[in-house]
């Protein structure tokens, strides 16, 4: 891994954390992560990040879902193996509008998820890089790069989280392959 | 920054001392230590899984003559359990997936349990028809896969198979739903976790969660899509229930309100039975700020309306009947009401349309030991209601001579109550391992709804305005 040293600043309340994000990327200095407890409103804004496409992967697994259900039985009571269900049509469409239903949302759910876990870097098993115990707390938490950075660069860093409200700043290094 | 809140409004969470840590310290509590109470509920609920699992045994081994069944009556006990729990089972998702649509900030203090509920619940529903077949070892042929016999598939035409899918969907639907939601709150855990097995635990339970800003926005993207896909599903689920039923020709049955009928009874089952558990569950852990009195006034109120709504379903079936003019339809009810299961409908009535009116007062709805006492009467009834519809429209058929009586044997006894054991067995081991109520959800709202941030609000703008609560809160914070 490149990255291993890092400045962390870490502030106790949402709104003061929003405002310094804001005026720090004003500066031009590029924030590498924020970690917060909880989602924060407005982070996204000011992070300055784009949407998340999640919403239409999950459209798309959904629309497979719907379109896989609907061959699959029409295939079946018609081509397969089709039978005379007392009379009844053998493509009865409005049979297969509950199961298509459910197969939608099934699909469309556990794509999503399958999705949001790939891109989120998520498994189980993964050890994660922990800045700070307490930004799953109470904490929220800025991170800088300072690999690249000279010393009065970070120290620029330093001063500005701590004159926009952090109530710790710290440096942290993390060994090889951590 | 954040949405506005009126003061007026009751905080969501009690207690001026709160802040974020103070949330997960008391969030986190019940999994840091250890009591004897726990253990002695597990094994107790323990034994009664044992003993649900020698039953089902026993169905298997003996065959399905084991239980009450005859020749008249072929669905009974099972069906009945299978629909009550399903019904049970709908409250979680409803809470999480509708109210969070509906912007109900009081959902964050109960999703995680009711959902939890859900789970355990269609777990619990599941064994029924399950067992029902006989030969459980041919259950995976309820799922169109190919076979030698053709292939033969499944009758897509079929309600029953409906409910296959429905069901299956429904339950992982809902374990994505919980476990997305579980995994920020597996990250709090461990990184407050002294031991490094319990650290090393709790990280692979979270995924290896960090709380980045772009996790969390991906987070938030997903909830909201599948509570979106949850709503739907939802009432999806117990309306193809209710279809199993619909669609048949038997008289009692075969009604075109049983899916709207069906799903208001399944919310109102299902909030009583989140009650029943969150009122134990609350006092046991000391979580009464986060599960406050304002959450049960709020779920009463859903108790009373879903009940009402079944109420209304009642009768509307008894003019339709009569309306109808079909001899059979007429008598069908007419036996229902006052045939050998009369005791059994007024249970009904009395748990579902009567006791729930208590609701329409304020100091009812926010009385504890009621809403427990109601909660109970509520399950009771909606367990008769299944039972009512589904004997009483089998026991007397159109043959006189065949008309028979249903009552169950130690094994349907067995069984069902076993059920209830995995379910609190189940939720015994979730409420000691598992955060109970979902910890980012609660400080989410922290800044808005809380007690503590009310009060701070109305102390810098000098308490001009403050409402009944608020100046409570203003007298308590002075001292």
């Not at chain 2, 995994?183 to 692979?204: C, E, H, V, W």
């Not at chain 2, 852990?285 to 108790?303: A, C, G, P, Q, R």
């Not at chain 2, 008309?403 to 015994?428: C, E, H, K, Q």
């Amino acid at each position: 891994m490149a990255n291993n040293k890092f400045i962390v600043g870490l502030w106790d309340h949402e709104e003061v954390y929003l405002h310094a994000i804001e005026h720090i990327r004003h500066k031009g200095i590029t924030i590498y992560d924020s970690l917060t407890p909880f989602p924060v409103h407005g982070l996204d804004e000011a992070l300055g990040l784009r949407d998340t496409r999640l919403h239409t992967a999950g459209f798309m697994f959904g629309a497979t879902g719907t379109t896989l259900a609907l061959t699959f039985m029409s295939w079946v009571m018609t081509t397969n193996y089709p039978i005379d269900f007392g009379g009844k049509p053998y493509w009865p469409l409005p049979s297969f509008i509950p199961i298509t239903f459910e197969m939608t949302v099934l699909f469309a759910a556990w794509g999503m998820t399958l999705t949001y876990l790939v891109r989120n870097k998520l498994w189980p098993g993964r050890v994660p890089r922990i800045f700070d115990t307490r930004t799953t707390d109470d904490r929220f938490a800025l991170i800088f790069e300072a690999d690249k950075l000279s010393d009065s660069e970070l120290n620029e860093i330093k001063s500005l989280c701590t004159a926009e409200g952090a109530v710790e700043v710290k440096d942290k290094t993390f060994a090889e392959g951590e | 920054m954040h949405a506005y809140e009126s003061e007026f409004r009751e905080p969501l969470i009690n207690g001026l001392d709160k802040t974020y840590t103070k949330i997960t310290d008391d969030l986190v509590a019940p999994t840091e230590r250890n009591s004897t109470m726990w253990w002695i509920m597990v094994l107790l609920t323990g034994a009664g899984s044992l003993f649900f699992v020698f039953c089902l045994a026993w169905t298997v081994w003996f065959g399905i003559g084991t239980w009450g069944l005859n020749k008249t009556i072929g669905w009974a006990w099972d069906i009945t359990n299978f629909v009550w729990w399903i019904g049970i089972g709908h409250a979680g998702t409803l809470i999480s997936a509708i109210l969070l649509l509906f912007r109900q900030r009081y959902r964050t203090g109960i999703n995680r349990a009711a959902e939890a509920m859900t789970i355990f619940a269609v777990i619990c529903a599941g064994m029924f028809p399950i067992f029902h077949m006989g030969r459980v070892w041919d259950a995976p042929f309820i799922f169109p896969i190919p076979n030698t016999r053709g292939p033969l598939w499944v009758n897509f035409n079929s309600p029953l198979l409906w409910d296959v899918f429905a069901i299956s969907t429904y339950f992982s639907v809902s374990l994505l739903f919980w476990y997305s939601g579980l995994m920020p709150d597996f990250a709090t855990i461990r990184d407050r976790s002294k031991g490094k097995l319990r650290k090393k635990l709790y990280n692979i339970a979270s995924f290896g969660w960090q709380g980045s800003a772009k996790q969390w926005q991906r987070f938030e993207s997903l909830s909201l899509i599948l509570a979106g896909l949850s709503t739907p599903l939802v009432l999806s689920v117990h309306t193809i229930v209710s279809f199993d039923f619909a669609t048949s020709v038997i008289p009692g049955w075969h009604t075109t309100i049983f899916p709207p009928y069906f799903v208001a009874g399944a919310i109102f089952s299902g909030f009583a039975m989140v009650e029943t558990l969150m009122l134990i569950v609350r006092k046991l852990f000391n979580l009464e700020d986060y599960i406050t009195v304002n959450h049960i006034e709020s779920m009463n109120k859903i108790i009373v309306l879903t009940g009402s709504i079944v109420g209304i379903a009642y009768l509307t079936e008894l003019f339709i009947a009569w309306y109808s003019g079909a001899l059979y339809e007429q008598f069908a009810f007419y036996n229902r009401i006052l045939g050998k299961y009369l005791w059994a409908y007024f249970i009904m009535m009395f748990c579902n349309v009567v006791s729930p009116q208590f609701y329409w007062f304020k100091s009812m709805r926010r009385n504890l030991w009621v809403t427990f006492i109601l909660s109970i009467f509520v399950n009771i009834g909606m367990w008769f209601e299944r039972f009512v519809i589904i004997v009483t429209s089998l026991a007397d058929d159109y043959l006189v001579s065949s008309w028979a009586y249903f009552s169950p044997t130690w094994v349907d006894l067995g069984i069902y109550l076993g059920s209830i054991s995995v379910f609190l067995f189940l939720f015994l081991l979730f409420s000691r391992f598992f955060p109970v109520i979902a910890i980012a959800e609660v400080k989410a709202i922290f800044r808005t709804s809380s007690e503590a941030a009310k009060a701070e609000r109305a102390k810098a703008e000098g308490a001009t305005h403050g409402g009944f609560v608020l100046r409570g809160a203003m007298d308590k914070y002075s001292k």
